[in-house]
């Protein structure tokens, strides 16, 4: 079965400074990894993936996230961290090779909370 | 412009009472998905639809309802079997042609409280 983890149910960071958001996955084989952001009483909004190639990921608003496969984790990743990036972050897995539906997997999310 | 649509934004409802909500996609994606999010349990999977008049379980099916007659529409019924309705409702959609490496689609959710 497969699985997200993203240990740490907030973060603070001061605006101007780098941010990181853990995730780690469990999956049976190489895994597509994607993050979504979610601001208060909306819906999820992509933000980037892995599915293979180069470890570091590019997305929106300035986001990248790195793959490690060693270490199962692909963490999220910004240099300069804004106000109005706070808000819910989730990672999520799907195994492509599961068959027929492939399931996405979510975890619990991450609050990253910038402060000015 | 393309995107998805739910309705309404905030319900209220009595305990006992049936209540639908409504998702339209206009992304021509075949694969369409309701889940649902408390505080601290991230997203739990209530149903999925990979094509019109199929759909499937998913983790938490029960006391939920579910019908897919046209590719846009999958409405989602809250019925009085469900034990704590209370919860915000999401509705996604995914274009299966992209064989796993596309990301899915959210709306806006739906805010359900029971009284």
């Known amino acids: 079965a497969q699985s997200v983890a993203q240990p740490e149910d907030q973060v603070n960071v001061a605006e101007g400074n780098p941010l990181t958001v853990k995730c780690t996955y469990s999956v049976s084989g190489n895994p597509y990894l994607f993050w979504y952001v979610q601001y208060p009483n909306r819906g999820l909004q992509f933000l980037l993936k892995y599915i293979t190639g180069d470890n570091l990921v590019k997305g929106s608003y300035g986001f990248e996230a790195e793959f490690n496969k060693s270490q199962t984790s692909f963490h999220l990743k910004k240099p300069s961290a804004l106000v109005s990036d706070s808000a819910l972050y989730f990672c999520a897995v799907r195994d492509p090779n599961s068959g027929g539906y492939q399931k996405v997997t979510f975890g619990t999310g991450t609050k990253l909370q910038v402060i000015p | 412009d393309g995107g998805i649509t739910q309705s309404p934004k905030y319900l209220f409802r009595k305990e006992g009472q049936n209540v639908t909500l409504s998702c339209e996609q206009n992304?021509?994606?075949?694969?369409m998905y309701w889940y649902r999010q408390d505080p601290g349990q991230g997203l739990r999977l209530i149903y999925y639809s990979q094509i019109v008049n199929d759909f499937q379980k998913g983790d938490i099916a029960e006391g939920y309802s579910v019908s897919r007659e046209k590719k846009e529409s999958f409405p989602l019924t809250v019925t009085s079997a469900q034990k704590n309705p209370t919860a915000f409702y999401l509705c996604a959609s995914y274009s299966s042609g992209t064989s796993g490496t596309g990301e899915l689609f959210f709306g806006e959710g739906s805010r359900l409280t029971v009284l």
């Open positions: 992304l021509n994606h075949d694969a």
